[in-house]
């Protein structure tokens, strides 16, 4: 084999290696269970429960093992990993166990005045009692920015405001939601960003099925008029938590004009 054919096989080698490497999640990053369930309910979830947890602790244990064997390549492939081949599947090593929400609120003055809030839900952009036929980008998009917030707030900053993809996209939205659903004449004096977080409730437990539902019914309502209500204050301070039925807003970014 000639020398061109062995630099490439073993580029290729390399390649492969890192992307198999990167590939195995830390032990921190896997959503295992503490022990194993017995719930009561249905007889799936009686029969499923505790088999899957035992599978998922046994994994658990399988990957400790891996990331540990696998140590001694990281560091030589980490900084090519690092240079954007990175790519985390945590839809199936850590599943997410709550439904996200991100909505944000306009206050509009009229040019009689009166102040006015409107309510505008970015995520998920489609009604979730709706069966939906294709993806949307828009969600992909808005939920990065799930990540952009967690990672500021795991790094301690202070004011998460300062995260670059909030403001960029609070601008993009601001601009449509004006163009769409204000007069030329009506000013945005303050936008802000709330992330909201509602638990998925688990199968057969029916007074969580019945919380569900209540938002299913309620959450609609961004969608067909975007709330519109008249508003006379005090606004809201950043980091503010508000509850609404079993949805836990946060305040994350504001903007004033």
């Known amino acids: ?16 290696s890192a992307i198999l490497v990167d590939a195995i999640p830390a032990p921190g990053e896997l959503t295992r269970p503490k022990e194993v369930r017995h719930p009561e309910g249905r007889m799936m979830t009686r029969v499923l429960t505790p088999l899957l947890d035992t599978a998922a602790l046994r994994l658990a244990e399988l990957d400790s093992v891996l990331f540990r064997w696998s140590q001694p390549v990281r560091r030589v492939t980490q900084r090519y990993i690092k240079l954007g081949l990175s790519q985390r599947w945590t839809m199936f090593a850590a599943p997410a166990r709550n439904d996200q929400y991100i909505r944000i609120d306009y206050f509009a003055r009229t040019p009689s005045g009166d102040l006015m809030r409107y309510q505008e839900l970015i995520l998920p952009k489609s009604r979730e009692d709706r069966v939906r036929f294709f993806h949307d980008f828009q969600d992909k998009a808005t939920s990065s920015l799930w990540t952009a917030f967690n990672q500021a707030a795991a790094q301690k900053v202070q004011d998460p405001s300062g995260v670059d993809e909030l403001a960029q996209s609070l601008r993009f939205f601001k601009a449509r939601f004006r163009l ?54 005090p606004y809201s301070g950043l980091g503010r938590e508000e509850r609404e039925l079993d949805i836990t807003w946060l305040l994350a970014y504001l903007e004033n004009v």
């Open 1 to 16: 084999m000639s020398r061109f054919r062995w630099v490439v096989s073993v580029l290729l080698l390399y390649h492969l």
């Open 180 to 233: 769409e659903h204000l007069s030329d004449r009506d000013q945005i004096v303050r936008t802000e960003v709330w992330f909201g977080s509602a638990p998925i409730p688990p199968p057969g437990d029916q007074q969580a099925d019945e919380a569900l539902r209540l938002r299913l019914a309620a959450v609609p309502s961004y969608y067909s008029d975007h709330r519109k209500t008249p508003f006379s204050g």
